[in-house]
Every structure is written in structure tokens, then in C-alpha cells.
């Protein structure tokens, strides 16, 4: 997501400056990256590679970039009055502070990280008005609904979202018969380059029970109101229907540097560098619901959406915790919704009154997943 967002600045230098970047580890990438942006600030989420950073800049003469390190760093930047606009990429419950201090810094943030919304709700939306932050949705999916909803009406005459969904790359297989399923099989998704955690919650269904609760907070919905349908084209990123029986659709190249500089642009449009769709060369649009008794996860989701309060926190942190389980080899993939389902029998649901109320569930939930993980030994 973070080089994609360089990729669309990169073709208007006349727009956009980078003024910080931020990254987990990979010096390599990073240093690439300071040669082509020079930045003011670059943040490593690891000390170490901070440190490797600092003197492979100095080396070549970029010492002038500063180089901090940690969580605390990351809200920094991300409500720097060096900034307008912040990319929120972070994977995992690791970006909700940083997104929301970007938040409360009044910020343009490009939202494309879940958690900060699943785990909070209305809470992260009630920041924003408080604060006047514009937050533009980044995942193709949330991006098409805003595309569709007229921006001075925004909710007026919606019946429902439809959230479309590729299925991943298991998509018509039984949920049973993926127990030997590997993270390499996981993580290759038929129509998306993403990360490998992202990779295997679209290939669970999860991601997609994180963009159905992720839609009813940002769109100020009831859950009820967000359906799933299945797509396996990636054509057709999300439809908004309406009283009178209107459907209005955004359809694209399975690209996220469409909503990148759709957000980037927002209310203006800009060229993205995306390959343009031939619609001629479509010969189908399918659609199906999802087969709910074979997605397990996707279904634990659903009542996390339909319980709501502290159920959306517990199932994102339990979530993370089974799929890193299974990334490193210590559960099944079929494992996964178990671990989560555990979790959220576990937890009492309580209502979400302030961030660190959402902080202390996380946390619980996480000890809960990992005693669980004990269980498969």
C-alpha cells in the first residue's frame, strides 16, 4: 500500500511532497526510498533497523533525514504539522494510535488499515468530527460506496451496501477440506498483491467480515444494512442500492492505486498510473451469495457486527493472533476460526466508552487466543 501511494505522488511532484515515511524493518527498501523522496522524517518501528538506517544515510550523504524509532514516533509523524495528509497502512491493531492521533490532528487520513474503525466503531468517528479530520477510505471496497453515496445527502434514501467479495483462493472448496492447506497456498490470492496477513484473511473470508463491520462504522450503518456478495471478477469493488430500486456501482482494475489517487485527489480526479479497463474485454459479471455454513470466519463476523460494543475488538485481536499461529506453523488454517471463536465466548462484551477501554479488551483477548493456541500443542 505505502509504495503504491509513492508510485501515484510520484507522477505529480507539482502536488505532493513526502514529508515522512514510515516502515517496519526492510532498511533496504526504505533507504531506496529516501534516495528517491528525501524525506524530513523516516520512522522504523524496529530500533535496530533504525540505527542501520541512520548510518547507510549518512553514508551516502542523506544525513540530514532524522530517523526515530517506536510507537511513539509513528503518532508523532502522523500528527506532525509537517503533514496535511497521512497514508494509513499499518497492518494490525498497531496502527490504531497512530491513525488516531492523525485523527485528532485534524489530518486528511487515507484510511486503509481496518482496525482503527473495527476495533473502535463510532468512537474513531466521533474523533473525527470533533476534530474536522477528513477520512477517505483507501480499501477498494469502502472507496466504490463512497464513490456511490452522494456526498451532500451522504445516507439519504440507501437501503443497503453491497460489499463485493473475490472468494479468495478458495473460493467453492469445502471448509473442511483445507486442513492441509499451507500459508504459501494461503497467501495466493487470484486477483490482489497483498501482504501475507491481509492474503490470508481474504483467504478465510475474515477480511471480509472486517470491511462489513468496517463499513457500518464508517458510513454510520446498522450492520444489517452491509450484505456480502460474492464476485470472483474483482470487477465490480462495491454497489450502494437505494429506496427506488437504483443500484450504483464503481467498477475498475483490480488496482489500489485507483482509490489511492482517488483519495489523494478527493473532490479533484488525477491519473493514477493504473491500467485502464477495457469493458469490452469482460465477458462476465458473476455474483453469488456466500455460502455461510462453509465460511466460518466470516460468519464469527457477522456476529461480531451484530452484537457490536466490544464483540468487533475481540474478534480483530484474536484474529491476529491465530493467523500469526498459522503463519508460523503452530495451527491448521482450518484451526483459525476456532481460536477466534474461543476468544469471543471468553470475553465479556461490554460497551466501548474511551480508547483505552478498547486498549484493555485487546489486550484480554489477545491472552485469551494465545492460552487457547496451548490447546493444538
Given at each position: 500500500?505505502?509504495?503504491?501511494?509513492?508510485?501515484?505522488?510520484a507522477?505529480?511532484?507539482?502536488?505532493?511532497?513526502?514529508?515522512?515515511?514510515?516502515?517496519?524493518?526492510?532498511?533496504?527498501?526504505?533507504?531506496?526510498?529516501?534516495?528517491?523522496?528525501?524525506?524530513?522524517?523516516v520512522?522504523?518501528s524496529?530500533?535496530?533497523?533504525?540505527?542501520?538506517?541512520?548510518?547507510?544515510?549518512?553514508?551516502?550523504?542523506l544525513?540530514?533525514?532524522?530517523?526515530?524509532?517506536?510507537?511513539?514516533?509513528l503518532?508523532?509523524?502522523?500528527?506532525?504539522?509537517?503533514?496535511?495528509?497521512?497514508m494509513?497502512?499499518?497492518?494490525?491493531?498497531?496502527?490504531?494510535?497512530?491513525?488516531?492521533?492523525?485523527?485528532?490532528?485534524?489530518?486528511?487520513?487515507?484510511?486503509?488499515?481496518?482496525?482503527?474503525?473495527?476495533?473502535?466503531?463510532?468512537?474513531?468517528?466521533?474523533?473525527a468530527?470533533?476534530?474536522?479530520?477528513?477520512?477517505?477510505p483507501i480499501?477498494s471496497?469502502?472507496?466504490?460506496?463512497?464513490?456511490?453515496?452522494?456526498?451532500?445527502q451522504?445516507?439519504?434514501?440507501?437501503?443497503?451496501?453491497?460489499?463485493?467479495?473475490?472468494?479468495g483462493?478458495?473460493l467453492g472448496?469445502?471448509?473442511?477440506?483445507?486442513s492441509?492447506?499451507?500459508?504459501?497456498?494461503?497467501?495466493?490470492?487470484?486477483n490482489w498483491?497483498?501482504g501475507?496477513?491481509?492474503?490470508?484473511?481474504?483467504?478465510?473470508?475474515?477480511?471480509?467480515?472486517?470491511?462489513l463491520?468496517?463499513?457500518?462504522?464508517?458510513?454510520?450503518?446498522?450492520?444489517?444494512?452491509?450484505?456480502?456478495?460474492?464476485?470472483?471478477?474483482s470487477?465490480?469493488?462495491?454497489?450502494?442500492?437505494?429506496?427506488?430500486?437504483?443500484?450504483?456501482a464503481?467498477?475498475?482494475?483490480?488496482?489500489?492505486?485507483i482509490?489511492?489517487?482517488?483519495?489523494?485527489?478527493?473532490?479533484?480526479?488525477?491519473?493514477?498510473g493504473?491500467?485502464?479497463?477495457?469493458?469490452?474485454e469482460?465477458?462476465?459479471?458473476?455474483?453469488?451469495?456466500?455460502?455461510?455454513?462453509?465460511?466460518?470466519?466470516l460468519?464469527?463476523?457477522?456476529?461480531?457486527?451484530?452484537?457490536?460494543?466490544?464483540?468487533?475488538?475481540?474478534?480483530n485481536?484474536?484474529?491476529?493472533?491465530a493467523v500469526?499461529?498459522?503463519?508460523?506453523?503452530?495451527?491448521?488454517?482450518?484451526?483459525?476460526?476456532?481460536v477466534?471463536?474461543?476468544?469471543?465466548?471468553?470475553?465479556?462484551?461490554c460497551?466501548?466508552?474511551?480508547?483505552?477501554?478498547?486498549?484493555?479488551?485487546?489486550?484480554?483477548?489477545?491472552?485469551?487466543?494465545?492460552a487457547?493456541?496451548?490447546?493444538?500443542?
Amino acid at each position: 500500500m505505502g509504495q503504491s501511494t509513492l508510485d501515484v505522488a510520484a507522477l505529480h511532484p507539482e502536488r505532493f511532497a513526502i514529508t515522512a515515511l514510515t516502515a517496519n524493518s526492510n532498511v533496504d527498501k526504505m533507504l531506496a526510498q529516501c534516495k528517491l523522496f528525501e524525506p524530513q522524517t523516516v520512522v522504523m518501528s524496529d530500533p535496530l533497523a533504525a540505527d542501520q538506517l541512520r548510518h547507510q544515510l549518512v553514508n551516502i550523504e542523506l544525513g540530514h533525514i532524522e530517523v526515530k524509532s517506536g510507537a511513539d514516533a509513528l503518532c508523532q509523524v502522523a500528527s506532525s504539522d509537517s503533514c496535511d495528509v497521512v497514508m494509513s497502512a499499518i497492518v494490525g491493531a498497531a496502527g490504531l494510535m497512530p491513525t488516531l492521533k492523525a485523527v485528532q490532528a485534524a489530518k486528511r487520513v487515507l484510511i486503509a488499515n481496518k482496525e482503527p474503525l473495527v476495533m473502535t466503531g463510532d468512537l474513531f468517528m466521533r474523533e473525527a468530527r470533533a476534530s474536522g479530520a477528513i477520512i477517505l477510505p483507501i480499501d477498494s471496497e469502502h472507496n466504490a460506496i463512497f464513490q456511490c453515496l452522494p456526498a451532500d445527502q451522504h445516507k439519504r434514501g440507501v437501503r443497503k451496501i453491497h460489499l463485493t467479495a473475490s472468494g479468495g483462493p478458495f473460493l467453492g472448496r469445502r471448509w473442511q477440506d483445507l486442513s492441509e492447506i499451507t500459508p504459501a497456498q494461503a497467501c495466493a490470492h487470484p486477483n490482489w498483491s497483498m501482504g501475507q496477513k491481509i492474503s490470508v484473511d481474504s483467504a478465510t473470508m475474515m477480511n471480509k467480515g472486517l470491511e462489513l463491520i468496517e463499513a457500518a462504522a464508517l458510513f454510520g450503518l446498522p450492520a444489517q444494512q452491509v450484505n456480502i456478495v460474492m464476485h470472483p471478477q474483482s470487477i465490480i469493488h462495491s454497489m450502494v442500492e437505494y429506496i427506488d430500486g437504483s443500484f450504483l456501482a464503481q467498477l475498475g482494475a483490480p488496482d489500489m492505486k485507483i482509490p489511492i489517487a482517488h483519495s489523494l485527489s478527493w473532490p479533484e480526479r488525477i491519473e493514477s498510473g493504473a491500467k485502464t479497463l477495457d469493458i469490452t474485454e469482460i465477458a462476465r459479471l458473476d455474483f453469488r451469495k456466500p455460502d455461510m455454513k462453509n465460511l466460518p470466519c466470516l460468519r464469527l463476523a457477522r456476529r461480531a457486527a451484530d452484537e457490536g460494543g466490544s464483540a468487533p475488538a475481540v474478534l480483530n485481536a484474536s484474529n491476529e493472533i491465530a493467523v500469526d499461529a498459522f503463519l508460523t506453523g503452530r495451527i491448521a488454517f482450518t484451526d483459525i476460526p476456532t481460536v477466534i471463536e474461543a476468544a469471543m465466548n471468553a470475553v465479556d462484551h461490554c460497551d466501548i466508552i474511551d480508547i483505552e477501554n478498547v486498549l484493555n479488551i485487546d489486550n484480554e483477548a489477545r491472552e485469551v487466543a494465545v492460552a487457547q493456541l496451548d490447546s493444538f500443542s
